[in-house]
T-cell receptor, first 114, second 111 residues
């Protein structure tokens, strides 16, 4: 079974530039998550989708971050404009979404804003 | 709101020592509880889980028991190996499928 795919693996941008991350979840998984993991901290949930609807985006900085889930499958997370404090690993995860089961994570995208 | 609190690290042990990493949670209802592990340079992997009170999750010699009375899910291993060096995250899954993580505990095992 293929896992959660993310791209790119690494990205370096200057502050005020824009960047986009892509995620392809495990086939058949209804729930998709984007997390931000700052070095030395636990993952912080940015946004959670159930199929193509948003369940929770309370911690998404909506003035600069946006996310969409296309046809309830792939998802993109965008930052525009980026700030230095956005430097982090961005993790995508998916789960079946039918109960309180575990989520499966991609390798993440390491973003460095200089 | 729901939250997870883990003991701060790093935890440094000698090989074959006994490991305990404490985790407590605050949640309404009956969450599922998880331990995830992040090896150096790798993504998060599920280590074990428990879905109801008194359940014991186990994998690779690690164990954790879902204790509702103490709202805890402590991770234990009887004899750690150098290869267990990693960051361990406690997490809970609530009724809206939200997955909330603790801050992580780094484990360093020395030969």
């Amino acid at each position: 079974e293929a896992g959660v795919a993310q791209s790119p693996r690494y990205k370096i941008i200057e502050k005020r530039q824009s960047v986009a991350f892509w995620c392809n979840p495990i086939s058949g998984h209804a729930t998709l998550y984007w997390y931000q993991q700052i070095l030395g901290q636990g993952p912080k949930l940015l946004i959670q989708f159930q199929n193509n609807g948003v369940v929770d985006d309370s911690q998404l900085p909506k003035d600069r971050f946006s996310a969409e889930r296309l046809k309830g499958v792939d998802s993109t997370l965008k930052i525009q404009p980026a700030k230095l404090e956005d430097s982090a690993v961005y993790l995508c995860a998916s789960s079946l979404g039918v109960g309180r089961e575990e989520a499966f994570f991609g390798q993440g995208t390491r973003l460095t804003v200089v | 709101g729901n939250s997870v609190t883990q003991m701060e690290g790093p935890v440094t042990l000698s090989e074959e020592a006994f490991l305990t990493i404490n985790c407590t949670y605050t949640a309404t209802g009956y969450p599922s509880l998880f331990w995830y592990v992040q090896y150096p340079g790798e993504g998060l992997q599920l280590l074990l889980k428990a879905t109801k009170a008194d359940d014991k999750g186990s994998n690779k010699g690690f164990e954790a028991t879902y204790r509702k009375e103490t709202t805890s899910f402590h991770l234990e291993k009887g004899s750690v190996q150098v290869s267990d060096s990693a960051v361990y995250f406690c997490a809970l899954g609530d009724s809206s499928y939200k997955l909330i993580f603790g801050s992580g505990t780094r484990l360093l095992v020395r030969p």
